[in-house]
Structures are given as structure tokens and as C-alpha cells.
């Protein structure tokens, strides 16, 4: 099943970090198979309203029967999310599952992330550029729609600050354009918000104005040449990510919609620690679907 236009993505692929998180919660009543159960639920009741859900390699496989009718599996090709232990933050790769295997799995849509600094090294940018275009080249074999999400970083000036808010509109253009070469056969780019509304005037501090937001939000689209972007709410609340999502409509970009995971689904964490499966759904089903439907709503205009 192929995902339409505009994607309205639920991410569940966080690894490690999300179960450790789930322990932490679960206190004395954590099982083994915790993080398992709470994938679960977020598929089998936000799948309903989803176009696509993104699982994770490890533990996706077990959740592709879970689907609603209509929502297109999506599986990530890492071996655990945003966890790189290594200075050169090179993704690593899932050693017990292939882009061949996906056609049989019935999953038509690979995301694979890297975080890309464009003002680093450009040996190691290279060998990052050549394991994209490698992944995409296979993709394009099996008949897979690629989804990249390049995550922006630079090596000397820290996430959160003022320095980096003003840096970070350039930093996503230039990994939006760089990733968006033919050669590299992305189908959909899942970008960053390419400004932080922290810094932005009328959300947070006044160290950019809207309408410079609006201005990076429009050159950062522009730089895809006509690629298909989605935004991904990395991390932020889900009012942020709401608000973002509108600040790009209005700013005149079209673009093809988000991937939202945390910022949906990470209050429900607590939720699950303290009442367990039934109370999980019983949030999902209330605030999660009222979140999710809140942010069709922002990216198509009907906030």
C-alpha cells in the first residue's frame, strides 16, 4: 500500500531511549515486553486516523498485522533511533533485516535517518552523502519509496541557544538542498522545522521576526526543488509543533505534511506507568487522536 498525499505520519520508532523511559514509569510493574505493548496500542488506535505509521526494525515487524484498514506501514532502517555513540554520527544499520526483505514484510515505505552537519567535515559528509545515495540506489531496486530524514547539526555551536536558532534556518536549507540531488533517489525528504519558535517573536524571545520565520520556512521549501517534504516534530511540545505546522502553511509553502511522534504520544508514557494498557488506550483514543486530528487540521487548513 502505497502512502497518499498529504502524509499525516505517526512515528513510533524510538528505541532505547523510549524504553528506558517506559521502565522508569512502569516502576515495579514493568515487563519485559512493555515497549512492545505500548507500540502496539499507539498502531491499533492512531492507525485509524493515520495515513502512515513509522515503526521501528526491531520491533515493527511484530506490529504490521496491527494496522487499520487504510494506513500504509512505514518501518525504519536503523538499528535504534537517534542512539550513535560515535563522534562521526554515522547511522547504524539493522543487522538482521534487509531493504530486499521489506517487499515481503508488505512494507512499501523505508525512512532512514543521519545526522549531517553542512558546515562539517566533508570527508565524513561524503561518506555520509555515499550511504544515502547507496540506500536510496537499493530502494529504487525493490521498488521501495525512500523517505531520508537528514537531522542538522554543527560541531560547535549547541542545540537550544540563541546562536544555533539563528544558524539552524541555514543548516536545514543546506541539507534540504543537498539531499534533494537526483542522485540520492529520495522520494519524500522528512525535514526539521527550519526555525525555533523559542526565538521567534510572539511564541518566545524576540531574537527573529515572524516574518523572517516565514522567509526561512519558504527558502528551506524552496531548496528542495520540488521534493516532497514532511515535517517532523523532533522533540518539541505538541503546541509548538501545532503552531509550526501552521507558520508553514501560511507562509505560502506547500508542503506534503508531517511525521509527528513524540509530541503526540509522549504524555501517554506516564498514562501507561500508572494504569497500564487500558489506561494507555483509553488516552489514546481521547487526547492522542484529538492531537493528531488537531494537527490535520493545522497542516491542511482547518485550524
Not at 14 to 38: E, M, N, P, Q, V
Not at 175 to 180: K, Q, S
Not at 217 to 231: E, H, I, K, Q, T
Amino acid at each position: 500500500m502505497a502512502v497518499e498525499t498529504p502524509i499525516h505520519g505517526i512515528a513510533i520508532d524510538a528505541g532505547s531511549g523510549l524504553d528506558a523511559a517506559i521502565k522508569a514509569a512502569r516502576g515495579a510493574s514493568a515487563c519485559a515486553d512493555d515497549l512492545l505493548t505500548f507500540k502496539r496500542c499507539i498502531v491499533r488506535v492512531l492507525s485509524a486516523k493515520a495515513s502512515t505509521v513509522l515503526v521501528d526494525a526491531r520491533l515493527g515487524r511484530q506490529l504490521l498485522t496491527d494496522y487499520a484498514p487504510g494506513c500504509a506501514p512505514m518501518m525504519a532502517y536503523e538499528a535504534d533511533v537517534y542512539h550513535i555513540s560515535t563522534a562521526d554520527r554515522i547511522t547504524v544499520l539493522p543487522d538482521d533485516l534487509a531493504i530486499a526483505d521489506y517487499p515481503a514484510l508488505g512494507v512499501g515505505h523505508l525512512k532512514f535517518f543521519l545526522y549531517y552537519a553542512p558546515r562539517g567535515d566533508a570527508a565524513l559528509n561524503r561518506r555520509k552523502q555515499d550511504l544515502v545515495q547507496e540506500i536510496g540506489a537499493e530502494c529504487a531496486r525493490h521498488d521501495i519509496r525512500f523517505l531520508f530524514e537528514p537531522l542538522v547539526y554543527d560541531d560547535q555551536v549547541e542545540p537550544g541557544t540563541p546562536e544555533y536558532a539563528g544558524l539552524k534556518p541555514a543548516l536545514v536549507r543546506d541539507a534540504t538542498a543537498a539531499f534533494a540531488a537526483p542522485r540520492f533517489a529520495v522520494d519524500v525528504l522528512k525535514v526539521e522545522v527550519p526555525v525555533d519558535l523559542d526565538f521567534v517573536d510572539g511564541f518566545g524571545q524576540n531574537l527573529m521576526s515572524r516574518a523572517a520565520a516565514e522567509n526561512a520556512f519558504r527558502a528551506c521549501a524552496d531548496a528542495a526543488g520540488g521534493l516532497p517534504l514532511v515535517y517532523l516534530s523532533a522533540g518539541v511540545t505538541f503546541e509548538r509543533f501545532r503552531d509550526s505546522l501552521i507558520m508553514a502553511r501560511t507562509s505560502g509553502v506547500h508542503y506534503a505534511g508531517f511525521m509527528c511522534g513524540r509530541a503526540i504520544w509522549s504524555d501517554g508514557i506516564a498514562i501507561f506507568g500508572a494504569g497500564g494498557e487500558p489506561a494507555l488506550v483509553s488516552w489514546l483514543e481521547q487526547t492522542g487522536t484529538r492531537r493528531l486530528l488537531e494537527l490535520v487540521a493545522a497542516a491542511t487548513g482547518g485550524d
